[in-house]
């Protein structure tokens, strides 16, 4: 998978730009936070202005997947408030489309934004999902026996073909780990609230980061608690952890791990900047 390491940037550091989106959502714009440079797919937060507008009957070339961080989105006469979130695969045909006060809405597609065309499978309604309520599911419990205590989990999507998995993450205040981690696939995440001490830095809501597999990381504390955005590309998510090469402190220094591409967008947010 042709994507650099990204850990981490705050996105709101990042240009907006029409490019991405220009043939399948003409109005919008969008922050480009990672893309893969063989496939075209990207990680994305996207901009619609108040008033905007779609006509249904729109296929895509690729799956979509989506998160509402602030406004609201109509899709296919579902409405999708803040914690809205979609999946809808290549080639599916949607409803029209309509932001009426506006949305900022993180969103991942799997290549290039396209529409579909006579090459574009029809879509597998195991892998669909038109509408959750980020807001309203149940939190699971600890996912790993070794998972400092303090956390939940809201499942948002798992893949039935390649088991990629999607959820939102809720940690308490005051809760820090000891250790490292490392998992055996990539890990991609969007602060949506809160901050995190870590050992690259404190990550701001907004912040980003793209992980290629086997990378140690960690460990991380927070102050306040936070709400995080995860997804797993080559499977489920399985962590092992081992024994970090400094231990945890508050207040890290800033010292992220970026492309050259990024350098210049590399400073750390302002804890009172306004999040998107």
């Known amino acids: 998978m042709a994507r650099p390491r990204i850990e981490f940037i705050q996105n709101q550091a990042l240009p907006w730009t029409a490019e991405p989106l220009a043939a399948v959502r003409p109005g919008a714009e969008a922050r ?7 496939t075209g797919a990207c990680s994305l937060v996207v901009r619609y202005p108040p008033g905007w507008t779609a006509p249904a009957g729109q296929r895509l070339a690729a799956d979509e997947e989506l998160l509402v961080i602030e406004g609201r989105l109509s899709l296919g006469g579902k409405d999708h408030g803040y914690m809205g979130y979609a999946h809808l695969p290549a080639g599916f045909e949607r409803g029209a489309m309509a932001a009426p006060e506006g949305a900022v809405v993180v969103t991942f597609i799997s290549a290039t934004p396209a529409p579909a065309d006579a090459a574009t499978p029809a879509p597998d309604p195991a892998r669909l999902v038109e509408a959750l309520d980020g807001m309203t599911l149940p939190y699971t419990g600890n996912f790993h026996p070794e998972f400092p205590p303090g956390a939940g989990r809201r499942m948002l999507y798992e893949d039935p073909e390649t088991k990629d998995q999607t959820w939102l993450l809720g940690t308490m205040g005051l809760r820090w780990a000891e250790r490292a981690e490392t998992h055996p696939v990539v890990e991609e995440m969007f602060l949506i609230a809160g901050e995190v001490h870590g050992n690259l830095g404190i990550m701001r809501p907004g912040a980003y980061f793209w992980r290629p597999p086997l990378v140690p990381h960690g460990p991380y504390g927070s102050l306040t608690g936070n709400i995080y955005l995860f997804r797993t590309k080559g ?16 207040w890290p220094e800033h010292r992220p791990v970026l492309p050259e591409a990024l350098a210049a967008f590399a400073g750390p947010a302002e804890p009172a900047v306004r999040p998107w």
């Open 32 to 38: 480009v936070l990672s893309q893969d440079d063989e």
């Open 235 to 250: 499977g489920p998510l399985s962590t092992e952890y081992r024994d970090a090469e400094t231990p945890f402190h508050w």
